[in-house]
T-cell receptor, first 117, second 113 residues
Framework: DQQVKQNSPSLSVQEGRISILNCDYT??????FLWYKKYPAEGPTFLIS?????DKNEDGRFTVFLNKSAKHLSLHIVPSQPGDSAVYFC????????????????FGQGTILTVHP | NAGVTQTPKFQVLKTGQSMTLQCAQD?????MSWYRQDPGMGLRLIHY???????DQGEVPNGYNVSRSTTEDFPLRLLSAAPSQTSVYFCASSYQGWNQPQHFGDGTRLSIL
């Protein structure tokens, strides 16, 4: 049972345009979300995160949007650059009823982004 | 600044052999985790630790053992390797809490024949 899903295995965009990567989740206890970027032969690196108390978080060219009612988040990259070509993973972290994170970060399958010059 | 160091980078084993994947971090992070990455499956949590002497199971713990005797080291043991354990293994650490960004090593690519 995949609790975090990235339904698009790949995405191809032109340099300078917007890249939108999507992520859906099913567990209503997830309340913190992170995006990681991964280049070949390297480990994932943290990109941006968002708490469920927000619906948007921005960091330079990267913006994450969270729609709690739809259990959907998206990562926007604008403008896209060739160096953004990588695999992008979304991840979700649950908290208990008291609001304490109890780990077991769950990752999506990843989306391969290719930005063409 | 080494960060998270994993050794070896590549390994080929025969079915039934045992092996330990090493992971060390020099950032004094309390939280450490092991993940495996398989095609179409993303990263799945195997075991994790919230401090020296404390470990717990993740999503796919069967066939793997861990221990955490020091803050720096978190080795992953395969007691009797099986072809289903062919994967890329990543170790990660974070300072405090799972909402802190995790720092990943560069992975160990393991093949079981």
């Amino acid at each position: 049972d995949q609790q975090v899903k990235q339904n698009s295995p790949s995405l191809s965009v032109q340099e300078g345009r917007i890249s939108i990567l999507n992520c859906d989740y099913t567990n209503s206890m997830f309340d913190y979300f992170l995006w990681y970027k991964k280049y070949p032969a390297e480990g994932p690196t943290f990109l941006i995160s968002i708490s469920s108390i927000k619906d948007k978080n921005e960091d330079g060219r990267f913006t994450v949007f969270l729609n709690k009612s739809a259990k959907h988040l998206s990562l926007h990259i604008v403008p896209s650059q060739p160096g953004d070509s990588a695999v992008y993973f979304c991840a979700a972290n649950p908290s208990n009823a008291g609001g304490t994170s109890y780990g077991k970060l769950t990752f999506g399958q990843g989306t391969i982004l290719t930005v063409h010059p | 600044n080494a960060g998270v160091t994993q050794t070896p980078k590549f390994q080929v084993l025969k079915t039934g052999q045992s092996m330990t994947l090493q992971c060390a971090q020099d950032m004094n992070h309390e939280y450490m985790s092991w993940y495996r990455q398989d095609p179409g499956m993303g990263l799945r949590l195997i075991h994790y630790s919230v401090g020296a002497g404390i470990t717990d199971q993740g999503e796919v713990p069967n066939g793997y053992n861990v221990s955490r005797s020091t803050t720096e080291d978190f080795p992953l043991r395969l007691l009797s390797a099986a072809p289903s354990q062919t994967s890329v293994y990543f170790c990660a650490s974070s300072y405090q809490g799972w909402n802190q960004p995790q720092h990943f090593g560069d992975g160990t690519r393991l093949s079981i024949l």
